[in-house]
């Protein structure tokens, strides 16, 4: 069986970048939004991804990115995907991938199991999907709140493109969650804190132990 993917997200030190690739991480995450806590320019994600192997993904996190702002990251030559945690409509997802030749992950918000079929559309427009809980109406991030979803929506769902489960994960629940959803990936950030936009060597360490043991 091929081994579980883990991705931490929301990498913002030195400290920790070298923590998940310790505890062999296959995907690091770096969010580019200024509302959000964990939040890193260009020229800090070049700097934090400069000493990680090629074999070990870096994933931009981003939300409704104008093109001016995706070129500024895609210059960095850091990136080996684009993960968009906004409304981008499939027709977006696409041109973003046309325009910038760099895969693309599309996160959906689920509620409803219907939240699960609409990532259908995304077929021929992204290459990977991540199934994260919709935060509250109102609230001032999209996604690394802690949430969880009803992971049972999951069962028998069959997506249509490669995908990976995130959304209030932690070092108790991730066996739990991925025996239920049989994810191939999983997607960890608040889980790792300590405290909002603070990464916890330790509990990176702890979760991608866990994750390895699945
Ligand atoms: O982490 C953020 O600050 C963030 C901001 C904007 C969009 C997405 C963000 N995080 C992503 O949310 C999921 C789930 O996080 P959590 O484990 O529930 O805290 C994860 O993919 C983060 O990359």
């Given at each position: 069986?091929?081994?579980l993917a883990?991705?931490?997200?929301?990498?913002?030190?030195?400290?920790?970048?070298?923590?998940?690739m310790?505890?062999?991480?296959t995907?690091?995450?770096?969010?580019?939004?200024?509302?959000?806590?964990?939040?890193?320019?260009?020229d800090q994600?070049?700097?934090?991804?400069?000493?990680?192997?090629s074999?070990?993904?870096?994933?931009a996190?981003?939300?409704?990115?104008?093109d001016?702002?995706?070129?500024?990251?895609?210059?960095t030559?850091?990136?080996?995907?684009?993960?968009l945690?906004?409304?981008?409509?499939?027709?977006?997802?696409?041109?973003?991938?046309?325009r910038f030749?760099?895969?693309?992950?599309?996160?959906?918000?689920?509620?409803?199991?219907?939240?699960?079929?609409?990532?259908?559309?995304?077929?021929?427009a992204?290459?990977?999907?991540?199934?994260?809980a919709?935060?509250?109406?109102?609230?001032?991030?999209?996604?690394?709140?802690?949430?969880?979803?009803?992971?049972?929506?999951?069962r028998?769902?069959?997506p249509?493109?490669?995908?990976?489960?995130?959304?209030?994960?932690?070092?108790?629940n991730?066996?739990?969650?991925?025996?239920?959803?049989?994810?191939p990936?999983?997607?960890?950030?608040?889980?790792?804190?300590?405290?909002?936009?603070i990464?916890?060597?330790?509990k990176i360490?702890?979760f991608?132990?866990?994750?390895?043991?699945?």
């Open positions: 069986m091929p081994r883990i991705k931490i997200c929301g990498l913002s030190t030195p400290e920790t970048v070298g923590a998940a310790r505890a062999d991480a995907h690091l995450g770096f969010v580019h939004f200024p509302k959000s806590p964990r939040h890193v320019e260009a994600l070049r700097a934090l991804a400069a000493p990680v192997p074999h070990v993904e870096r994933v996190v981003l939300v409704d990115p104008t001016e702002i995706l070129a500024g990251l895609a210059a030559g850091s990136l080996t995907a684009l993960q945690h906004g409304r981008e409509p499939p027709e977006r997802a696409a041109a973003i991938r046309r030749g760099i895969p693309v992950w599309k996160a959906i918000s689920v509620k409803t199991r219907a939240d699960i079929e609409a990532a259908r559309a995304y077929a021929g992204a290459d990977f999907i991540l199934f994260d919709r935060t509250p109406h109102g609230s001032a991030l999209p996604g690394g709140m802690g949430l969880r979803f009803d992971w049972t929506l999951l028998g769902a069959a249509s493109l490669p995908w990976g489960l995130s959304g209030g994960l932690d070092v108790d991730v066996a739990e969650a991925v025996r239920i959803t049989g994810a990936l999983v997607d960890i950030s608040s889980g790792v804190e300590s405290a909002p936009g990464k916890s060597v330790d360490m702890a991608c132990n866990a994750a390895s043991a699945c």
